[in-house]
């Protein structure tokens, strides 16, 4: 039997460590500001009011956050602890293979006087993996009520989180078999985030750097040449190569 302690006035989030069956208290938190991030207005809008519903007790709901990976899924809802902490706001990441222990994270948190966000990064399922179903049934499917200062943000590649087979999607259709979107479909909201081009890959660079430089022409040809290696245009791969740039590896690769 796993025994959860979580100071939530002094730490704003944690992590479940299976290792050691604890919540480990984070002291350094991975902060986004809300305004570093780009091309995301459309989802920010709507997973800020769903938060803010969810603070203010008149609701919200459980979101998917699914598309192109690199683009600012995770980033997002990093993003709100930092905007909403002062209302209340604590943040838990739960690795996907520690999903069975949900249940008693639920019992611990379900009376606390604040409101919590389990945040389930780079969600995927195989077709035997058991957490896949104790999930959907959290979701929406047990006997007790899900807690109301509980909700789960997950972020995935995969807008039904399993594996689509080319003979599923001929008898089934493109969005494959029952049991296979029955879990994505219990998700209220899915926010769907998607691949960037030259253009806006290179904005987000702009961002990083604030003034050009001079050899700008230069810096941006290798930042095109370094994302089409990298196969991705996103935000992360900007924020890669300006870290390159920063410490003077751009010119090597």
Known sequence: ?????????????????SNGEYLHEIEEFDSV??????HLEEQQKILL??????????????????????CGKSSLIKSLLPQYSHQGLR??????HDIKVLPEIFDFLRNKPYKFIIFCDDLSFEDNEA???????????GIEKFPSNILIYATSNRRHLLPEFHSENEIFGFEGN???IALSDRFPLCIGFYSYGS?????????????LPDNWEEIKQKAINYATKRGSKSPRIAAHFFKLYQNDLWNLI
């Open 199 to 211: 253009g806006e890959y290179l904005e987000v660079l702009k961002k990083y750097f604030g003034i």
């Open 49 to 70: 009011a769903n938060t803010e519903a969810f603070l203010s007790h008149q609701g919200g709901v459980n979101v998917l956050l699914w598309g192109a990976r690199g």
């Open 1 to 17: 039997m796993i025994h959860l302690s979580w100071d939530c006035e002094q730490y704003y989030a944690s992590i479940y460590r």
């Open 131 to 141: 957490e896949y179903k104790i999930l959907k049934t959290l979701l929406d499917g």
């Open 178 to 180: 029952e049991d296979k």
């Open 91 to 96: 943040i838990l990441q739960l690795l996907k």
């Open 33 to 38: 500001k809300i305004e570093d991030l780009y």
